[in-house]
C-alpha cells in the first residue's frame, strides 16, 4: 500500500484533513453553545422568538420539575452532545448494510453543514441542532472505521494510524473554539455558527480531493460485505461481550470529561480571573479560548506518551490499565479545582486566576489521551470485521450516555450547588470509573487477547 504520511496510508492525510476541518466545526459551535443559551438565547427578549421552544421546555421540565435557564441550558447542552454520539450506530447500520461508509459520510456533512448555518438564526435552534445530530452520527462512525481500514489485519502501525488522527480531531478541536468560538464572542455569535458551517464544507472538499486514497465501502475484501449473513463464532461473540463490559465505566468517564464544554465553560466566565499582561498589554482572555487548551494538550502530550510507550515496548500498561490511568487523572483534575473554589469564597461568585484552569485542562487531558484514542483502537481490533462500523458505533454509545443526559444532568446541579462540593462529586464519579475498569481488567485480558 503506498504509504506517505510517517510512514502511514495516503488515505490517513485525507481522513486526518477531513476530520480535522469537521472538529473544527463542531468544536467552534460547542464552544460557544453554553454561554450562548445561558447569557443570552434564553434570557427574555430572545428565547420568545425561537421556535417550538414552549413544547420542547415542558418537555424537560415533565421530566426534571421548573427550570431556570442555566439548567435548561445544561439539559439542553446534554441532550445535544448526547444524541450526537448515539446517532452512530444508526450511520454504522446504514453504511455497513446499505449504502458503505463513503455515501454515509457525505451525508453526515451536507446536513451538519446545513445545522452550523441555521444556527445562524436565533429562531432555528431546535431544527438546527436537530441537522448537526443526524448529522454528526453519519459522519463520526464512518470516518473512524474507514482509518481501520485502510491497514491490512495485524498490522502494527494501526495503533499509531488512530494517534495520528485523533491528533487531526484536536487540531480541528484547537481551531474551533479560537475562530468559531472567538467570532461569537467577539464579533457575534451568528458569526461564529456561521464560520463553523463554512469548516464542513472544507471538510467536504478534502473529502472529494483525497477519494481515491479511501478505503473501499464495506472494508478490506466482498467476503465482508456478505458476512453479517453468517452467525457469528464464539470468538467474535467473547470480543463483543468484552467490548460491551467496558461501556459502564466509560459512560462514567465521559460524563465527567464533558463537563469541560459545560460547566468547566460557566467557571470561565462566572468565577475566572481572565486578566492577562504580556509585554505591557494587558486584556481579557476570552472565555471561548478556555475550550482550546484541551486539544492543544492533546496536539503536544500525544507523541509524547506514543515516544514513552514506544520505548517501553512490551512493558507499556495494557489498554485496561490505560484506561483506568485515564480515569484517575480525570478525578484528579476535579480535585485540582475544588481548591480555587474553595479560595474564592466556595465558588459563590468570587474570582480565581485563570491558572487553575490551566491546570484542569492539562490534568484532564492527559487522561483523555491515555483512553480515548486507545479506546478507538480496541475497538476497531477487538471487532468482527464484517461488524466494524456498527462496533465503532458501540464505542460512541457511553458519549451519548455519559457525555450527553449524564452529563447534563449532573450540570443542572451547578446553580444549587457548592461549587467545591460539585468538583469533589465529579471526582468520586471519575474515581469509580477506576474502580470498574480495575476489577474488570484481569478478566478482560484474555477475552481481548492482552497478557498485560
Given amino acids: 500500500m503506498n504509504r506517505l504520511l510517517f510512514g502511514h496510508p495516503r488515505g490517513l492525510a485525507i481522513l486526518f484533513g477531513t476530520e480535522m476541518w469537521e472538529r473544527l466545526s463542531y468544536y467552534g459551535m460547542r464552544a460557544l453553545l453554553i454561554g450562548y443559551l445561558t447569557k443570552y438565547l434564553l434570557l427574555p427578549g430572545h428565547v420568545e422568538g425561537v421556535l417550538f421552544y414552549a413544547p420542547v421546555k415542558a418537555a424537560f421540565e415533565a421530566l426534571a420539575g421548573p427550570l431556570s435557564p442555566q439548567p435548561f441550558a445544561s439539559l439542553l447542552y446534554g441532550t445535544y452532545t448526547g444524541l450526537v454520539y448515539a446517532t452512530p450506530l444508526l450511520g454504522g447500520w446504514l453504511a455497513d448494510r446499505w449504502l458503505g461508509q463513503r455515501t454515509v459520510a457525505i451525508a453526515g456533512m451536507l446536513l451538519m453543514a446545513a445545522g452550523h448555518f441555521l444556527m445562524a438564526s436565533e429562531a432555528m435552534l431546535f431544527p438546527a ?30 495503533d499509531s494510524g488512530y494517534a495520528i488522527f485523533y491528533v487531526g480531531v484536536n487540531v480541528g478541536g484547537l481551531l474551533g473554539p479560537l475562530i468559531c468560538g472567538g467570532l461569537g464572542e467577539m464579533a457575534g455569535w451568528h458569526y461564529g455558527f456561521a464560520a463553523a458551517g463554512f469548516g464542513l464544507l472544507f471538510a467536504l472538499a478534502i473529502y472529494f480531493a483525497g477519494w481515491r486514497y479511501l478505503p473501499p465501502d464495506g472494508g478490506r475484501t466482498v467476503a465482508t460485505v456478505a458476512a453479517p449473513r453468517q452467525n457469528l ?3 467474535e461473540w467473547k470480543a463483543i461481550i468484552a467490548l460491551a463490559l467496558l461501556l459502564l465505566p466509560l459512560t462514567l468517564y465521559w460524563a465527567c470529561n464533558e463537563q469541560w ?4 465553560t460557566l467557571w470561565s466566565i462566572d468565577n475566572t480571573d481572565r486578566s492577562i499582561a504580556l509585554f505591557g498589554w494587558h486584556g481579557e482572555i476570552p472565555w471561548t479560548w478556555f475550550q482550546a487548551l484541551n486539544p492543544l494538550v492533546i ?20 489498554t485496561a490499565r ?4 485515564g480515569c484517575l487523572l480525570m478525578s484528579a483534575a476535579n480535585l485540582l479545582m475544588i481548591v480555587p473554589a474553595l479560595l474564592t469564597g466556595r465558588g459563590a ?8 484552569l490551566l491546570g484542569y485542562y492539562v490534568v484532564m487531558t492527559m487522561g483523555e489521551i491515555h483512553l480515548y484514542p486507545v479506546g ?12 466494524a462500523s456498527l462496533m465503532m458505533g458501540l464505542y460512541f454509545v457511553p458519549n451519548f450516555l455519559g457525555g450527553g443526559f449524564l452529563q447534563g444532568w449532573l450540570g443542572t446541579f451547578w446553580e444549587k450547588m457548592d461549587k467545591a462540593v460539585f468538583f469533589a462529586m465529579i471526582a468520586g464519579i471519575a474515581a469509580a470509573a477506576a474502580l470498574v475498569i480495575r476489577l474488570l481488567e484481569r478478566p478482560l485480558r484474555p477475552l481481548l487477547k492482552e497478557t498485560a
Fill in 129 to 158: 441542532l436537530l441537522l448537526l445530530i443526524f448529522g454528526g452520527g453519519f459522519f463520526k462512525t464512518n470516518t473512524s472505521s474507514q482509518v481501520g481500514f485502510l491497514y491490512a489485519p495485524g498490522d502494527p502501525a494501526r
Fill in 233 to 235: 463464532s464464539p470468538d
Fill in 261 to 264: 464544554g459545560n460547566t468547566l
Fill in 299 to 318: 496536539f503536544f502530550g500525544t507523541p509524547m506518551l506514543l515516544s514513552i510507550w514506544k520505548r517501553q515496548g512490551p512493558r507499556q500498561p495494557g
Fill in 322 to 325: 490505560k484506561m483506568l490511568i
Fill in 349 to 356: 461568585g468570587g474570582h480565581a486566576s485563570w491558572l487553575w
Fill in 376 to 387: 478507538l483502537s480496541l475497538f476497531s481490533k477487538a471487532a468482527p470485521a464484517r461488524m
